[in-house]
């Protein structure tokens, strides 16, 4: 907590952030987030007449010795490998097995010729499936997949046979591109009770991708799936707050050690600042009155940086800067911290609602904390600090006295939890 506070008011670097590529979905969105995310899976091939076709393409994972790939589909048709079928033509077909998978089918279909669908104010190539034979359709063996969705929804797919003649798409599983981490992160809850589990992540399970540049971006099981954004948050860090060699302030107080080597950087710095238990001598300190009694708080979500409103610098409400904007248009705001409560009650932060945490049981927590006005004591050693990194420690401290501000230590912070006072005094002791 102090560390966290020293580094807000020295204007320290901003240095532990993520530098994973966060996951979106916008294909019905209206700003310009909406508008890259279907300019990446949708290409136009006519600016005039304003004709477009997908750009993702139709496979299927497979696993070889430990290794996730995919291998990509049979053109079903000229230029495509996958067609999109009518849900009421889907009982009139002869299905079979297709290796254990509940949503996927062998079929027989025909596939008809290249129709326009209009889109965005032109038109989009699509290809159709039907049952029965048509005098323009061509007979086709291939998979039919079903990818859940709205309840009015009208249309599934057919893939093309897996194609062995072409060469299996390696998926990134390093640190750099941890794309499997990545697709398993993003699963939903929805998602995983319908494909289970593991998701798409079975030997011979559809799928469909995105090639950029010759390298694989993402996958998912539906058409319009999930998108690793172009730049990371990390990436929105300005330099001279994220790279600058020298140890800053906090640095130079609390220490560190550099997640990867450097040549004209310090690797490490020892700490300075010891802190001893905080210990009560208080005996009844406990909110649900004694210490083997828990309780249930509300849903206590994890920080959401995907919602890029909140953590993105916003100019202008109309024009909102994402992820996907190029890196000179905004910056990372700086630390999010939760605004305090006055006065919480116990009613105010526990869930007593049992049908309620019974439908969720994964996102609730039980935990056992202390009531307030309860105090602890603890030490402060440090040791050969100057007296600007003593003044930012005392700063923080005579700020947590005034009747007027809380620190915020612990969890429960969203529901008012947490907010504390420290009172000090200071003992020098100057070695001659």
Not at 42 to 63: N, T, W
Not at 139 to 153: D, F, I, P, R
Not at 370 to 377: L, S
Request: hydrophobic letters at 35%; glycine letters at 6%.
């Amino acid at each position: 907590m102090l560390r966290t506070l020293v580094e807000i008011v020295s204007f320290s670097k901003i240095d532990k952030v993520a530098d994973q590529k966060l996951v979106y979905r916008a294909f019905a969105d209206v700003t310009s987030l909406g508008d890259f995310y279907r300019d990446r899976l949708m290409q136009s091939q006519d600016e005039d007449s304003k004709q477009y076709s997908f750009l993702m393409q139709a496979g299927y994972i497979v696993q070889d010795q430990g290794v996730w790939k995919i291998q990509p589909a049979q053109e079903i048709s000229q230029g495509t490998s996958f067609a999109r079928i009518e849900k009421s033509q889907i009982s009139k077909i002869l299905k079979k097995p297709w290796h254990g998978i509940k949503h996927a089918k062998k079929v027989d279909i025909w596939i008809d010729s290249l129709a326009w669908h209009p889109h965005r104010g032109g038109f989009i190539e699509l290809y159709y499936a039907k049952v029965n034979p048509s005098s323009s359709g061509k007979k086709s063996s291939g998979v039919l997949v079903e990818t859940q969705g709205l309840a009015n929804k009208k249309m599934e797919y057919v893939f093309g046979l897996p194609d062995d003649s072409a060469k299996p798409i390696l998926i990134p599983d390093s640190k750099e591109n941890p794309m499997l981490q990545n697709y398993e992160e993003q699963m939903t809850k929805e998602q995983k009770e319908f494909l289970g589990k593991e998701g798409v992540l079975r030997n011979m399970h559809p799928v469909f991708y995105l090639i950029e540049n010759d390298e694989l971006v993402f996958f998912g099981h539906t058409m319009m799936f999930r998108l690793p954004y172009r730049n990371s948050v990390r990436d929105f860090i300005p330099d001279c707050i994220s790279t600058a060699n020298n140890p800053d302030l906090v640095e130079s107080i609390f220490g560190f050690v550099r997640d990867s080597k450097h040549i004209d950087m310090e690797q490490s710095l020892s700490c300075r600042v010891f802190f001893t238990d905080a210990v009560t001598t208080d005996n009844d300190i406990w909110l649900a009155g004694n210490s083997t009694e828990s309780i249930t708080p509300h849903i206590l979500g994890s920080p959401k940086p995907t919602t890029f409103q909140h953590y993105l610098v916003q100019s202008k409400e109309e024009e909102l800067k994402h992820y996907e904007d190029e890196l000179d248009k905004s910056a990372i705001r700086g630390h999010k911290l939760y605004w305090h409560k006055k006065d919480v009650k116990r009613n105010e932060i526990e869930q007593t609602d049992k049908n309620e945490i019974k439908k969720v049981r994964s996102q609730y927590t039980d935990i056992k904390p202390v009531k307030e006005g309860v105090e602890f004591k603890f030490d402060i050693y440090f040791e050969n600090l100057s007296d600007v990194e003593l003044g930012s420690l005392l700063w923080i401290n005579d700020i947590s006295q005034d009747e007027k501000y809380r620190l915020s230590l612990g969890m429960g912070k969203p529901l008012g939890m947490g907010a504390i006072k420290i009172t000090h005094e200071l003992y020098l002791s100057i070695a001659m």
